[in-house]
Every structure is written in structure tokens, then in C-alpha cells.
């Protein structure tokens, strides 16, 4: 299936400055990215799930020793953010995955699984995120979609993730090698899946906004600067994750996606509530993964 295409405004924003959008869709291995040189993050990360030929793997036995982030060689440097980013004073966030580490980790074997592990530890693979969304809903509901739905029924998937950007994201306290950083505030997620012998499509969005403010990783912004950002996403609860029809995040991020049938249908948004069990102390993996699946409201 196609990736998304960015709209009229971004394309331009490339003819003008004598690039070519294509020089910056980048292959890796089971995933792509197509980078943002203007803002020097990724529009979004594209992946190809194979739940039959998936391949646990601990974080820790991905490298042979420490994690190595490293920029992309086929671009400019100077057209993605490194550790300059992501080591300045202030930067009280993550390097949110947009391709997650587990969702590529899948091949012949688990030696391909783990390269496949090790190419998502790009740059161009990531985009700050506070650490109550990078490892809270968010990464519930990707675990949800890769252990109970595509894992456990052997699915393939095509799943696209990326950041809204906006010329009124929130910017930076910090500037970084003398530049100002905007900081993407409103993330998606949409996943392809077959159902019935037909292609269908979910999507989901979450906001990091206060979390980043009550961090003061941000600058202060006016009431009217904020009222204005609130009307973008209805001003709903941040850091937790809701479902979105498509063109929904069709209209936030330019982005244009393949059509597909839905089966949640709604102007209104649903927040997605995970239950007050706790399954942390569970032993048994599984037995976590169906607890908190079955404590999801969404609809796939």
C-alpha cells in the first residue's frame, strides 16, 4: 500500500529551497521514515508488521554493548536533529521512537529481528517526547496493537506513526547550536489491517503539551497562544491517547492517507481508558498483555 503524501504547502516548501522530497524518504530495515529538514524530525515513520515471523528480544541484547543513536549519512546532518538535541540542559524528555524498537523486530531469524532492532536507534526515528507519554498510554496502546492483535493472531500490518507540526508549536527553552527547537506537541497513529478480506484503518491521537510545560522544558506562552493551541485539539486531557477518525489527522497533519473502511465512526473523539488494575505485579507476560487488553476501550 502507499505511504502518505504531504500536502501542497510542505512540497513547496521543498521546490523553493531546491530539495527533493524524495531524497529524504529513507528506507531501513522492515520500516522508512520521510525526514522534515526544515524541522529536522520526521513527517513520519512507516512499518511493516509481520506478527507470524515476530522475534522477542530484550532491549539489552539488541547492541553488544551500549545503545548507539546515530544520524542518517544519506541526508545532511544538518537536516536532523542529534545529540546536541537531546543532551542540552533543559531537554527533560525522551527520544520518542515513531518506528518502535519491537514493531520492526521480526524476520527469518532472530539474527535479522535484532538488525532490524538495531536500525530503528536513528535520529531520523525520533522526536521528543516527555516521558509520561513516551512510556504511558502511548506505548500501551503500541503494545496492545503488536502483542494481542498482530502477534497473537499472526497479522501483517502496515502502521504509520508521526508528530502534527505547527508553526505555533511550543518552543524550546534552549536554543541548540544557536537555533531555536519547535517542539511537536500533538502526535498519530494510523494501522492498515485486513479484516474479512477487506483493508481497514484505526487511528489514534495524543498530546504531550502540558506535560511539557509543567516540565519547563518550553517557553511560556499568552492565554491567547494557548486558547488557540487548545482549539486544535479540542483541549482534551494530555498525555492520554484517543481515537480519531482519519481525516481527522488528515486535516491536523496535511498528511494524505490511503483509504480504507473504518469501523469507529465518530465526529467526537473517545478516549481511550485503560482499567485501574494493576497487572504490573503479574508474573506472567501474557497474562499482562490480555488483562490490559481487555481493559482498552477501542475499536479495531
Known sequence: MSAPSIGN????????????????????????????????FPYYSAVNVDGNH?????????????????????????????????????NDFDKGHLAKRED???GIDAEAAKNAARSTFYFTNAVPQVSKLNRGVWKSIENYILHHEVVKHNMKICLFSGPVFSADDPEFLKTVNGEKVLLPYLFWK??????????????????????????????????????????????????????VNVNFIEKLSGLSFEAAAEMFQSNDPERIILSRVNVRNVSNESVQMEAQANSMNLTL
Open 104 to 106: 520492526v523486530q521480526w
Open 54 to 90: 515476530f522475534h522477542k528480544l530484550k532491549r539489552e541484547h539488541i547492541f553488544e554493548g551500549s545503545e548507539r543513536w546515530l544520524k542518517d549519512a544519506r541526508i545532511p546532518a544538518e537536516s536532523q536533529w542529534g545529540n546536541a538535541l537531546y543532551n542540552a540542559e533543559k
Open 190 to 243: 494510523v494501522v492498515y489491517y485486513v479484516k474479512d478480506g477487506e483493508l481497514h484503518r484505526a487511528g489514534f491521537l495524543t498530546s504531550q503539551q502540558r506535560e511539557m510545560q509543567k516540565k519547563r522544558i518550553i517557553k511560556p506562552v499568552s492565554r491567547s497562544e494557548e486558547a488557540v493551541r487548545a482549539t486544535h485539539f479540542n483541549a482534551f486531557k494530555d498525555a492520554e491517547t484517543y481515537q
Open 9 to 40: 504547502r510542505e512540497t513547496q516548501k521543498f521546490t523553493t529551497a531546491n530539495l527533493v522530497v524524495s531524497d529524504y524518504y529513507l528506507p531501513y530495515v522492515n520500516y522508512s521514515v520521510l525526514q522534515n529538514p526544515f524541522r529536522k
